[in-house]
C-alpha cells in the first residue's frame, strides 16, 4: 500500500510540473502595427535598422523550472523581436538600408510568468536612434495560464507571438517614435 502511495505520488508530481521544450511560433504581423507605420510612411519616412542587443543573449526562458521556452529557430530573443520589427517595417514600405536614421534596440529584461492568474510576458527595452534620441518602454502581456505545467508551457509558448506584437505596437504609437525618426 504504501509504495502504492509513493508511486501515485510520484506520478502526480511530474504531471504536474514537468513539460517538453516548447518553441514559439514563427511570428506574424499585426495590422494595427502595420496601419500604423504606413501613417508614418506617407510623409516619405524611411527608417534602416541597426543593433539591437541583449547582453545576456537569452534564447529560452524556463516555464516552472521543468522546460525551457525558446524560439524556433534557436535565435535570441532580440534577433526574434529584430526580425518581426523588420517584417513589419518593410510591409509599412519603411524599411530601407540606406535611409539616414538608424533605429536601435537594447532588451534590458525579458521574463515570462506562467503563474495561475498572473501569467504574463514582460520586455524592457530601450529604443535608440542614430540621431541621439532614445525611449524606454516597459510592455507587459497577460494571457490565462493553468495549474498544469503543460498547459501552462504551453500558453506560455503560444502568447509569445502577440506578446512580441505589443511591443511593436507600444513602441511605434508612442508619441516619443517621431522623434526617433527626425
Not at 524560439?71 to 534577433?79: C, E, H, L, P, W
Not at 536612434?129 to 524606454?136: P, R, T
Not at 500558453?155 to 504609437?173: D, H, T, W
Request: net charge positive; with cysteine.
Amino acid at each position: 500500500m504504501k509504495k502504492s502511495v509513493i508511486l501515485i505520488t510520484s506520478l502526480l508530481v511530474v504531471f504536474l510540473f514537468t513539460g517538453c521544450a516548447n518553441k514559439v511560433y514563427d511570428y506574424s504581423m499585426s495590422t494595427d502595427n502595420i496601419l500604423n507605420l504606413k501613417s508614418i510612411a506617407k510623409n516619405g519616412q524611411k527608417i534602416n535598422l541597426g543593433d539591437f542587443v541583449d547582453e545576456n543573449n537569452e534564447s529560452t526562458l524556463m516555464c516552472r523550472l521543468a522546460t525551457p521556452v525558446g524560439t524556433a529557430k534557436g535565435s535570441t530573443f532580440i534577433s526574434y523581436i529584430k526580425d518581426a520589427f523588420k517584417k513589419e517595417l518593410v510591409v509599412s514600405d519603411l524599411l530601407d538600408t540606406q535611409a539616414k536614421t538608424t533605429i536601435g534596440m537594447k532588451l534590458n529584461d525579458i521574463y515570462g510568468s506562467t503563474v495561475f492568474g498572473n501569467a504574463y510576458w514582460k520586455f524592457d527595452v530601450t529604443v535608440n536612434s542614430s540621431n541621439g534620441e532614445k525611449m524606454s518602454i516597459i510592455s507587459r502581456y497577460d494571457y490565462e495560464s493553468s495549474y498544469l505545467a503543460t498547459s501552462a508551457c504551453s500558453e506560455m509558448q503560444r502568447s509569445f507571438v502577440p506578446a512580441v506584437q505589443k511591443l511593436i505596437g507600444e513602441i511605434v504609437k508612442n508619441h516619443k517614435f517621431k522623434d526617433l525618426l527626425k
